[in-house]
């Protein structure tokens, strides 16, 4: 079933695919071939929701670079959304642009985006993190004439605070904010506080990242399993170290007494917190793709979607 981010006319998938894997070393889409293979599946399977950022991938730009050979001859079969504007990632050449929500360094972004993604527009254009030194009033003013010009057909933000959001959506724009990207999930919850009620306040659709966080919500983390090649292995072993198993066992319970697995449940609850529109899922191999999109499908009762979230409170 798709559906629209926040106020625009644009239709997605509920299930995205976050692409900051792209031109990451070690990965299976480090290099063109892997990216190929990822976004061929990606768009055989349904996904329509491509999320990347000038900064993903080593050196930063890379992903877009990657991205931009690998939709060739794809390009109207996705919704291609990425990001600008990181305070703490220098892009090489940006040097001189000026503050990240300026004009100037917006237009220089954009059109060195569009360039390593060979395409003529963005469909949804996402400022990566606040910038302090330019009011937000600003930045939309700049965004409107890249609308204006048919350079972006939307645009939203991500890593803002509530206040932030609501700043920004008191801004008189003909066009204004769509969506809002933060982490979100079942265990990264900060956002119900603040952010998702000025997101619904302002309209917004939710673009939830790391979804699975890091991978332990999707049931291949087990307290006597844990795969090597997997992300935590890998990047974040620490992280397992502090692992509450018991919970994560007792969620597993719960899931499967209502028919579906942790990395279904998963998804099915985050789809239904609102205004979560798609969930974006990073992935490199083309089988997690099948998976993702499969899970997206998963449908839970109110009850269950209550019983999850006080196992979780």
């Known amino acids: 079933m798709r559906r629209t981010l926040g106020t625009s006319a644009i239709v997605v ?20 071939a892997g990216t190929d ?47 600008w504007g990181h305070q703490d990632f220098p892009i090489p050449g940006s040097e001189d642009w000026g ?23 963005i469909d949804l254009y996402q400022l990566h993190t606040p910038d302090p030194e330019t009011p937000i009033a600003t930045t939309i ?3 409107d004439e890249l609308v204006e010009a048919g350079k972006i057909r939307a645009y939203g933000h991500s890593n803002l605070s509530g206040e932030q959001i609501r700043e920004a959506a008191a801004v008189q724009s003909p066009n204004g904010f769509v969506t809002a990207q933060d982490e979100y999930s079942l265990l990264a919850r900060g956002v119900e506080a603040d952010v998702l009620p000025a997101a619904r306040e302002a309209g917004l659709g939710f673009l939830p990242y790391f979804p699975l966080y890091n991978g332990l919500l999707s049931g291949k ?40 697995t942790m990395l279904e449940a998963t998804f099915a609850w985050l789809l239904a917190q609102e205004p979560v529109v798609s969930v974006i899922a990073g ?14 499908e998963a449908r839970m009762g109110a009850d269950v979607v209550a019983a999850i979230s006080d196992l979780f409170s």
Do not use: F
């Open 13 to 32: 998938s509920p299930v995205g695919l976050g692409l900051n894997n792209l031109g990451r070393p070690g990965t299976a889409t480090e290099e063109q």
């Open 37 to 83: 293979r990822l976004i061929h599946a990606a768009v055989d399977h349904g996904i329509t929701l491509l999320d990347t950022a000038d900064m993903y991938g080593v050196p930063p730009t890379t992903s877009e670079r990657l991205l931009g050979n690998a939709l060739k001859g794809k390009r109207d079969q996705v919704v291609l959304a990425t990001k």
């Open 99 to 121: 503050p990240k929500g300026e004009r100037r360094y917006i237009r220089n972004a954009v059109d060195a985006s569009l360039t390593r993604l060979q395409t003529d527009w």
């Open 141 to 143: 003013d700049a965004l």
């Open 221 to 260: 983390y087990t307290r006597t399993e844990q795969p090597h090649d997997g992300r935590l292995t890998r990047i974040k072993p620490q992280l397992l170290e502090g692992v509450d198993w018991t919970l994560l066992e007792e969620y597993d319970r719960v899931a499967r007494d209502a028919g579906l």
């Open 283 to 296: 992935a490199t191999k083309p089988e997690q793709i099948a998976q993702n999109v499969a899970a997206g």
